[in-house]
């Protein structure tokens, strides 16, 4: 079907063709009955005129009987011969002849007395005889006793004969012809008529053809023309009805293609965050053009990593709608709330409203703090997190959290709990939505479970994080034979890299206890008792590490500023100021690295400190968002983020034997970098 | 027990509050620098010289932000003139530079005032 297409023309038309064969047929049959009715005539007219002229033959021989006995037979006949002709000029001539032969009677007197042979006659009537131009019947002459006395011989030519054949023929041809002729027309103009629905249907049906569906050939017709435009109009009402539904099918792919585009561009692009040693990866698998799945991997402004991986009930575009409202939700309230917990509580306040009766969201959301290790999180129904540890270990933690939207708040608040994991080198935590536990193989629809995706954990080694998706999403399609998911599959890992097999372990990653064997090498501490006042110590303390006074003030002033934010944290919330508590700082140099003779000088090593007070988390302190005019009103929360800036790596271990633990990495470099961004003073 | 902050405070010709601040802004003496100093009610300016301190903590730096934006919720007006480059860093370091009235000098500072 091509609009372009030349529009078809007919080689044979049917309005002349078939006028033209029946006044062939007809003009054949008239040929064929003039034909038979020609010979009819002349039959006849043949046996008339030979009846006649026998008559006459014998109309003359008794005539002729009575004047032959006569002394002057020719005067006697020569008038009757006459009066037979006279009048007569359809015959050609007439003689008698006496017994010998010779002519005594005939219309041309000259010819008395001429001599010719005799018929042959039998007794009985005339005989006539016919030759190419003439009917001859001849008629014997005899007398009453039955002796002949001669012959009547009468003649009548042919030609009368055929002219009368011939003007009969040339009625008959002409009546035929115009027999012939009216019939084509009245056929040519039957068909004409009968034809002319037959060029709508055309012209209709090439319109169609053409695209243009809304042609409608509506041809009042009570033949089978009429039956088939009605049937041609009913094809292309359908056709236009299909046309609109394909083209409003169309319409909707191309808005869910772009509701799919926005839905992936809400992970981080490129699939992987990398955050120092550590390695985010999400994968996603949609069912549909868009899903019901979310995953991201955002960070917070304090450094830290927020990771949220999603599932919510229903598909489609209801469900991608939801998608798009809690990555909203979760983007804009990962700097406010202190907790895991306290962002999924906050999320679901703005999110219950909006969800359709019975509709629910599993949410997981963690909080990686690449100084720490630490991975704080808290689920909503999600499904259990699953950690292999960098010895095989598979640890799998449940949680109690019921999904976002289904029960009250309150029960959703008692029920969220708060759980840190710490990611040591090697570790490799891996959160997931049902589209891959649920996913059922073709006979008998066992699911791979979870089971399943723990034993995909397990096999493979510490190779990269994308190395694993790819190999569950591998196991996940062969057990479902490659058939289409029916539901989202999502995936979100967080590796540390392991610690290099020939290299020892880090300093910051050994045990606490060893911190403080090697700390305690190095000399007493610097013992500081609760109080505000005893943190003025920490500058002068500062200052005496080796290596120190070679640094630029700022340097200086930058890493007292950390260590005094941070020992300020222990006096103020550890020990509540009581005065009597103590902590206890050791300074423990890195290794020297060989350094090039004209290096600016850098101090590299480990502030150790210990100390009983009650434990907190630095990391449960949120970052105060300092666009916000009610946190700058406030002004507080601002030393954690001081040391965040200030130090590359920071350790807290609560609780060991030894007390409270805690190990800040100091490099020079890295404070003057820090401090170097810092502009001069401009002033207003 | 003294703390390590030393503030004086005078009221110049113009009737703009000029406090002196000399020492270390900490945990400890902010307290103190919180009460002495409030932040200027309506229509009136409190300019903040903080020429000789020596060392400024994170409750010393959220205080001057807090009374900035206290004071532009009154109506006043909070302005800090002469920053060390012990401040400095500290204030660039937590981006706050840009939510502080600052000034090169007590003198620019008053002067404006008027």
């Known amino acids: ?684 | 027990m003294h703390d390590a902050l030393e503030l004086t405070s005078h009221r110049d010709a113009s009737g703009v509050q000029v406090v002196r601040l000399s020492g270390r802004l900490d945990s400890r003496s902010t307290p103190r620098f919180v009460r002495e100093c409030p932040p200027p009610a309506a229509g009136e300016i409190v300019v903040v010289n903080l020429e000789n301190v020596t060392f400024v903590s994170s409750s010393g730096v959220g205080a001057l932000l807090a009374h900035s934006e206290v004071a532009r919720e009154q109506g006043g007006e909070f302005r800090l003139a002469s920053p060390p480059s012990v401040v400095m860093k500290t204030l660039k370091l937590l981006n706050l530079d840009e939510h502080l009235n600052l000034y090169p000098n007590e003198a620019e500072a008053v002067k404006r005032a008027a």
């Open chain 1, 1 to 684: 079907m091509s609009a372009t297409a030349s529009p078809r023309r007919a080689r044979m038309r049917l309005g002349l063709l078939v006028p033209a064969a029946s006044a062939l047929v007809l003009a054949a049959a008239m040929l064929a009955g003039a034909v038979v009715s020609e010979r009819q005539a002349r039959h006849l007219l043949v046996t008339q005129s030979r009846s006649r002229l026998a008559l006459e033959a014998e109309l003359l021989a008794r005539a002729s009987a009575s004047a032959m006995l006569d002394g002057f037979p020719e005067l006697t006949l020569q008038p009757i011969l006459r009066d037979l002709m006279r009048g007569r000029n359809d015959l050609a001539s007439a003689r008698v002849l006496d017994r010998d032969g010779r002519v005594i009677a005939d219309p041309d007197s000259r010819r008395i007395g001429h001599h010719e042979p005799l018929s042959v006659v039998t007794d009985g009537g005339a005989v006539v005889r016919e030759d190419a131009s003439n009917f001859v019947a001849v008629m014997p002459i005899r007398h009453a006793n039955g002796q002949l006395l001669g012959e009547a011989i009468v003649v009548m030519p042919r030609a009368p004969l055929e002219h009368a054949l011939a003007a009969t023929r040339m009625r008959l041809w002409g009546v035929a012809a115009l027999f012939v002729l009216v019939s084509a027309t009245v056929m040519f103009a039957l068909m004409s008529r009968l034809l002319r629905p037959l060029a709508v249907v055309h012209e209709g049906i090439e319109r169609i053809a053409g695209g243009d569906l809304e042609t409608r050939l509506a041809l009042r017709d009570g033949t089978e023309l009429g039956v088939l435009a009605d049937t041609i109009d009913d094809m292309a009402n359908r056709l236009s009805a299909a046309q609109k539904h394909q083209l409003e099918r169309e319409r909707l792919a191309a808005e869910l293609e772009a509701a799919g585009r926005i839905q992936s561009s809400l992970h981080p692009p490129g699939g992987t965050v990398r955050r120092g040693p550590y390695a985010v990866t999400g994968y996603q698998r949609p069912a549909a053009e868009v899903g019901g799945d979310y995953f991201d991997a955002i960070e917070l402004p304090d450094g830290r990593l927020g990771i949220v991986i999603a599932d919510v009930s229903g598909k489609g575009l209801a469900g991608c709608l939801v998608t798009f409202m809690l990555a909203a939700l979760v983007r804009v309230m990962r700097e406010r709330e202190a907790s895991p917990s306290a962002l999924l509580l906050e999320v679901d306040r703005y999110l219950r409203p909006v969800l359709e009766r019975g509709a629910f969201v599993t949410v997981w959301y963690g909080v990686l703090d690449p100084l720490s290790g630490d991975l704080t999180f808290a689920s909503a129904g999600h499904l259990p997190t699953v950690v292999r540890r960098a010895d095989g270990r598979i640890e799998t933690h449940e949680s109690k959290g019921t999904p976002l939207g289904l029960l009250h708040p309150r029960i959703l608040a008692k029920n969220l709990r708060d759980v840190t994991l710490r990611l040591a080198p090697g570790d490799l935590l891996l959160q997931l939505t049902d589209g891959f536990t649920e996913a059922a193989r073709p006979g008998d629809d066992a699911q791979l479970g979870l089971d399943g995706v723990t034993a995909v954990l397990a096999e493979s080694g510490a190779g990269e994080p994308e190395a694993f998706v790819a190999r569950l999403c591998e196991r996940t399609e062969a057990w479902t034979h490659g058939s289409v998911p029916d539901d989202d599959q999502t995936a979100i890992v967080v590796r540390r890299d392991p610690a290099p097999a020939t290299a020892r372990v880090p300093f910051a990653d050994r045990d606490p206890s060893e911190w403080l064997a090697r700390a305690r090498v190095g000399g007493e501490p610097l013992r500081l008792v609760a109080t505000f006042a005893e943190l003025e110590r920490l500058g002068p303390w500062i200052g005496a590490i080796p290596g120190m006074a070679a640094l630029p003030a700022d340097v200086q002033q930058g890493l007292e500023s950390a260590v005094y934010e941070y020992c300020s944290n222990i006096m103020e919330h550890g020990y509540r100021l009581d005065g009597t508590g103590t902590a206890e700082l050791w300074w423990v140099p890195a290794a020297a690295a060989p350094a090039a003779a004209n290096a600016a000088p850098r101090v590299r090593g480990w502030l150790v400190i210990r100390e009983d007070g009650s434990p907190f988390d630095p990391a449960s302190i949120p970052a105060p968002d300092l666009s916000d005019r009610r946190a700058r009103m406030r002004g507080r929360g601002l030393g954690l983020a001081m040391i965040r800036r200030l130090l590359p790596a920071m350790r807290y271990r609560p609780a060991t034997s030894d007390g409270n633990v805690t190990l800040l990495e100091v490099d020079s470099d890295h404070l003057r970098r820090e401090l170097e961004e810092s502009p001069d003073a401009r002033c207003a």
